[in-house]
């Protein structure tokens, strides 16, 4: 049998607009406004949903960005926040991002996690999250966060995960909505469109 | 910037394996055999955790397997239900499993879930999940299973997705007892080993 193999690998664009960003990402709105773009953009380019992610070190050096490529890599585990995990795991070379608990990086994501995401969270070493758009924008427009736990952030605090929601919330909502203005697919599995 | 790329790639013995494996796996004890053999052989080569999942059709054949990869790959989402969704994926050329609802395929895996491969399964377009050890059984050697809902079985059959647990769980958890019998690593996130 020959094997398949599977490479999550981002566009092209995004390298451009690394380049064209700033080295460091002094404030954390400064941080989430980069992954709200990064979402903009990908809805813009038409290379997955109106999502996006990125792991930055406490400094905010960016490790490594994340965008959802569901339907374009056809691979429904790819959310932002998945890509995002996965790549600054390569960068840093090793599956606990913390190094057993000697750094502090965060995950920012422009959407709350949703179930998948949020149990990949404790997994990843990652020290804190922070959140734009809320759930309840992304179901808004038909998108389908998952059975999570009600609680959700206090079971992340519990294992030593801050989380901060709300950071420019309504910036993150406005890139969900043109994604529906504009015709985005909302897909779910199963048939249920 | 140079974009980081993750590539999930397989141990050549689990092509091997295959090769001598039947083409089609009549029933459910059958195909958890099939799974509990990879973790098995996962143990045996140190190419990963004690976890060995796979998807197969309604008719019992092979679609892709997967292992625990998490300390080999160094990327903490590739746990063994992971790495059998997104290979599927590839081999189908679809990030719904199902395409809308017309196929039943089945994830099988050697232990329950945990928060993020249970989050994962709705996204997948697999109809039926197939479970060997419980959550205790995991537990019982150090593995974390994450912050998952109490019901999480009954969330899944609320999604349509059927559960069927304890298939050959002893069998299953004889391996989950060598892994930490041999010197496994159990590892965790966050300095918590």
Redesign the interface.
Known sequence: ??????????P?W??EY??HAPKIFPGIEDRMDFVIELSRKNIDHQTGGPFGAAVFDADGRLI?PGINM??T?????LHAE?VA???A???L??????D???FDFALFATTEP???????I????V?RLVCGARKEDAQAIGF?E????EN?TA??L???IDVIQDVRRERATAVLNDYVKYGGRI?N?????
Chains 1, 2 share one sequence.
């Open positions: 049998m020959q094997l398949p193999k599977f490479t999550i690998q981002l092209e995004v390298a690394i380049d490594a569901v339907t890599a056809n691979c429904s585990i998945m995990i996965a790549l795991q390569k960068v070379g090793r599956f606990d991002i913390s057993g608990g000697k949703c179930a998948m995401c949020f149990g990949a404790p997994w990843s070493g020290r389908d998952g059975p999570k736990l959700w079971a992340l519990d294992r030593g897909y599995p199963g048939g249920k469109i």
